[in-house]
């Protein structure tokens, strides 16, 4: 908990050095951390797989294929 990653109020209470993407109720006991990315920059796409309406698309996410959404999760890693 010393690192700014725990309950919000109780480190506060603390005066602990609180991480910045750390907010109220968000992390219960410090054991988990989830990083989300809420405006990336990297680009997907959703494509049809044929002519069945019954087919799922073609999902490619694509996910960290920015530089700057890497160095976001950097970030973010090193917050927590």
Wanted: glycine letters at 8%; aromatic letters at 6%; one cysteine or more.
């Amino acid at each position: 908990m010393l690192s700014g990653i725990g309950p919000y109020k109780h480190l506060r209470d603390m005066k602990t050095s609180l991480c910045n993407q750390t907010f109220p109720n968000e992390v219960g006991d410090g054991t988990s951390v989830r990083l989300v990315l809420l405006h990336a920059k990297s680009k997907g796409n959703v494509k049809l797989r044929g002519l069945d309406p019954t087919d799922y698309p073609a999902v490619d996410p694509k996910y960290l294929s920015h530089p700057a959404d890497i160095l976001q999760f950097i970030k973010g890693i090193n917050c927590a």
